[in-house]
């Protein structure tokens, strides 16, 4: 037997403006941890519900790892493992380390960007709670959903609800993450 626990409550709206409309008054109460799925994008939810970003600084950590790995591997060997002194020629030259170094930069950032990205979407997810609602299958088509989570510090199952009812949506329901 599987053990379930509320993963939030969520409410139904049936156009943009009445989900933009709950966001807000759900940012103006003191809630924090909220989500709102709609079919499309829509404009004004991102300065209401604003997300970081983590992939860039990710990316760029992996690619200065990848210059460092490259620059180092490629000095070790030319300087310090197996000098070969031809013609004269200095044993560290850097503009022959430039395409490695160019190589291992971009495949080290390609890399941490797509792990980094998994792991900030939580893949391997195969089932996201709000799949629970029979209702949510109608977010891919017509309808507008607002969801806030149970990991907020203000959400409480009883006021939440009320608080959602009180903006006049399609329904409201509380989810269970089984």
């Known amino acids: 037997m599987t053990e379930s626990y509320v993963y939030g409550t969520v409410a139904e709206f049936d156009d943009p403006t009445a989900l933009v409309a709950a966001a807000d008054q759900a940012k103006k109460q003191g809630y924090r941890i909220m989500e709102a799925y709609s079919p499309y994008p829509i404009e004004d939810l991102h300065e209401i519900i604003p997300r970081h970003n983590f992939v860039p600084p990710i990316v760029l950590i992996g690619g200065l790892i990848g210059a460092a790995t490259a620059w180092g591997m490629e000095y070790y060997i030319a300087a310090i493992d197996y000098p070969i002194n031809v013609g004269g020629r200095p044993l560290y030259s850097w503009p022959m380390f430039i395409p490695i170094l160019f190589e291992l930069t971009v495949l080290f950032a390609g890399t941490f960007a797509f792990f980094g990205t998994l792991a900030l979407c939580g893949f ?23 969801c806030i989570e149970k990991r907020d510090p203000l959400y409480d199952s009883e006021g939440t609800a009320s608080f959602l009812r009180s903006l006049n949506p399609i329904g409201v329901w509380e989810v269970e993450d089984t």
């Open 124 to 146: 391997p997810r195969p089932h996201f709670p709000l799949f629970n609602l029979p209702e949510f299958s109608g977010v891919t088509s017509s309808r507008f959903f607002f």
